[in-house]
Structure formats: structure tokens, C-alpha cells
């Protein structure tokens, strides 16, 4: 037995290499450098493993059973093992054959996509081995698991036991949860008494078990698809997917929000990016009236507190937006985005007291910022260092 699973793991070990070399061609790249060809030989070393050792396992149980029956049933579940040990290697041995199909062949996988570095032959080889292992492992369980029932009849029948037959009405219901009858309690009794509370020697739910082993399952799922072929994003993948959706819809509602401002809802923009916009802005539509430096040219003197419209904030947006036709200002709201008018306003704003040369002389009224405004002062400062 020890020499059969140990003729198997060669031929599993050295049959995806023997896959991936075609007949008259190049020598290939080692598959021991790809993860996944590697991840594959593990999976299919251990089932082969489990195999043997179950099939070690049920030859013990059946030579327990048929010890009690018949000679000739031993050799009977001896020879099924082997031939089903044999099959698995028969699979093996006749790996090479499908990676030496000719030319043709080699052409028709180059074709193919790959999975995971693999040839799509290779691969489905692979994963064909793999559930043959799973398919002849769950085989196993099966039959040793009938043999251990049959023993345990055999056992309770020696010793006189009555074995127990739950009611059909509830039979499920009691073999999901493995219920225990009083009449049993003497036979799972661990001898250990506590102030009169006796330990049993029960079995877990096997509803628990089931859910245990579904949860082993999926860890396994989850760890390939997340952490193995990178299949799906990660935890810190998906906050970084979510960080950056909600910085685009950010950006979305702030610019939504920044076209909605008009004369009522109009703040003084203090940020250096904004005051270089509307800087820009000024420079090519606003500096031939007013000057480059708001001076004043044919239009007022606009770095004074002498205003002909109001100087306050919401006063000199409106002066854009809308204009004074009679006084030779034209209205900017067709040409110019309320963002960008917001910005015009809030740069004009910024070089209040700037004194340049060649001002205009004074013109209109006098007017002071309110007691509760400091936004003004605020955008000079942030102006000038901009400036410097």
C-alpha cells in the first residue's frame, strides 16, 4: 500500500511537467515558478495522501467486519481498493498522452487561453485529477462508514444491546441533532459525576458539524478567490474602489452646487485657485475697461472704497451678472459660468486697498464692509501671498 501511494505521488508530482513540454519544441519555463500549477500539485499530493490513508483505514475495518463473516470478503474489499487505487493511477500514467498530441495539438492550445499560466489542456487535466481524488475520497468515506456501522451492530448485538429505532414522525429531527434515548445513557456515560450532574460522552449536532464543515469550505473559496488568483477585490481594494467613487461623486455634487450660487447665495471665495481663476478671467475680459491692475480705465477705479453699484460682495456679482447697460457695462451671464463670475467678484474684492498707479480719481459712493465681515481681509491676505 505504502509503495502504491508512493509510485502515485511521483506520477502526480512529475505529470503537469511532463504536460507542458510538446514534442520537437522549445523547453518551457518550470511550472515550480507559477503559484497556481504549485497550489494544484499541493491540493492533489494531500487528497492522494487522504486517500491512501483512508483506504489503509478501510482495509482495517473491513478485516475487522469480514473477520467475523467470511474469508473470501476480506480479499474482496482488498481488490476493490486496488483497483480503485489503480484507476487513479492508470489516469496518471496516461497523463503524458495528452500533452503528445502532434503539432496540431501543441497549435490548438497556443490558441487557447491559459488559466492561471496553464495550458486549458493542463488545466483541465489537473482539475479533472483533483475531482477524481475528491469523488473516489468521498467513496471511501462512504464505505467506512458503513463498515464502523456495521462493527458497531455487530458489537451492541455480542453484548446484548437493543439498538434504538426513533419514530419516523421525528426520525430526521433526531439524526440531525443526535439525540440520545435514556435507555442509552448508561453506554455514554464517562464515569465522571459532579455534585450529581453526570458527564455523557455526547456528539456534536451534526447540523453543527455540517455547518462547520460547509464554513471550512468556504474559508477555502474565500482565500482563493481573494488572496490566491486575485479573482476579486480585497477588503482594502474595496474601500479604495468606494474612497474613489465617493471622491467622483463628491466632485460631482460640488460642482452641481458651485453652479447654483447667484447674487443672494454668493460668498467671498478666499482659496488661492479660485482668486488666480477669477484673475484670469479679469485679465481677459475685465482689464481693458478697468485696467490690468483694476485702476480703472474707461470704467471706475475698482481697488477704492468709492462704488457707483454697492461694494459689497453680492453687490459687484450682481454688477457682472446682469450689468448696467445705461453706464456702459454689459452683462456677463451669457458668457461667463456663475462660478466664474463668483470668482471675478471675489478677485476684484481681493485687491481692495492695493493702491496702483495711474489710479482713477474716486467715483460714486463711500462704502465700508460690515462690522461681522472679515471674509474681505481675509482673501487680501490670501491674495497677496499669492501675489508674492
Excluded at 482495517?60 to 481488490?79: F, P, V
Excluded at 502532434?102 to 483541465?124: E, H, I, K, N
Excluded at 459525576?193 to 455526547?202: A, H, K, P, S
Excluded at 480703472?296 to 459687484?316: A, E, F, M, Q, R
Aim: proline share 4%.
Amino acid at each position: 500500500m505504502r509503495k502504491a501511494v508512493a509510485a502515485l505521488t511521483v506520477l502526480l508530482f512529475t505529470a503537469p511537467f511532463v504536460m507542458a513540454k510538446g514534442g520537437g519544441h522549445a523547453p518551457i519555463e518550470s511550472s515550480l515558478y507559477n503559484p497556481f500549477i504549485v497550489t494544484l500539485i499541493i491540493i492533489m499530493i494531500i487528497l492522494l495522501l487522504a486517500i491512501g490513508l483512508l483506504a489503509h483505514v478501510l482495509l482495517g475495518a473491513a478485516s475487522y467486519y469480514y473477520q467475523r463473516q467470511k474469508e473470501t470478503a476480506q480479499k474482496s474489499a482488498s481488490s476493490t481498493t486496488l483497483k480503485a487505487l489503480s484507476i487513479i493511477a492508470l489516469l496518471f500514467v496516461a497523463a503524458p498522452s495528452f500533452a503528445q498530441d502532434g503539432d496540431a495539438t501543441v497549435a490548438a492550445v497556443q490558441t487557447t487561453s491559459s488559466y492561471g499560466g496553464l495550458s486549458a489542456t493542463t488545466f483541465y487535466f489537473m482539475t479533472g485529477v483533483i475531482a477524481v481524488e475528491i469523488l473516489v475520497l468521498f467513496v471511501l468515506l462512504y464505505q467506512l462508514r458503513v463498515f464502523l456501522a456495521k462493527g458497531k451492530k455487530q458489537a451492541e448485538e455480542a453484548a446484548g444491546v437493543i439498538a434504538y429505532k426513533p419514530k419516523p414522525a421525528i426520525s430526521f429531527w433526531n439524526k440531525m441533532n443526535s439525540f440520545q434515548p435514556l435507555e442509552r445513557e448508561s453506554q455514554i456515560d464517562t464515569g465522571h459525576d459532579y455534585d450529581g450532574i453526570r458527564e455523557l460522552d455526547n456528539r456534536l449536532p451534526p447540523w453543527w458539524l455540517y455547518g462547520f464543515y460547509i464554513s471550512i469550505i468556504a474559508a477555502g473559496i474565500y482565500l482563493w478567490r481573494y488572496h490566491v488568483s486575485h479573482s476579486g477585490p480585497s477588503s482594502i481594494e474595496e474601500y479604495q474602489i468606494a474612497m474613489n467613487e465617493a471622491e467622483v461623486q463628491k466632485a460631482a455634487y460640488l460642482k452641481n452646487s458651485a453652479n447654483n450660487v447667484d447674487e443672494n447665495t454668493v460668498k467671498v471665495l478666499t482659496a488661492a485657485a479660485d482668486i488666480e481663476g477669477g484673475q484670469k478671467v479679469f485679465a481677459q475680459n475685465c482689464a481693458a475697461c478697468h485696467g490690468k491692475a483694476g485702476e480703472g480705465v474707461v470704467g471706475p477705479n475698482l481697488t477704492d472704497d468709492y462704488w457707483l453699484h454697492g461694494g459689497s460682495i453680492k453687490d459687484v456679482f450682481k454688477t457682472i451678472k446682469y450689468g448696467w447697460p445705461d453706464k456702459g457695462m454689459r452683462s456677463w451671464k451669457d458668457d461667463l459660468s456663475p462660478v466664474q463670475i463668483a470668482q471675478v467678484a471675489s478677485y476684484i474684492k481681493s485687491i481692495h486697498g492695493t493702491n496702483p498707479p495711474n489710479a482713477k480719481p474716486q467715483q460714486g459712493d463711500l462704502y465700508k464692509e460690515e462690522e461681522g465681515n472679515k471674509t474681505d481681509s481675509v482673501s487680501n491676505k490670501a491674495t497677496e501671498v499669492t501675489k508674492k
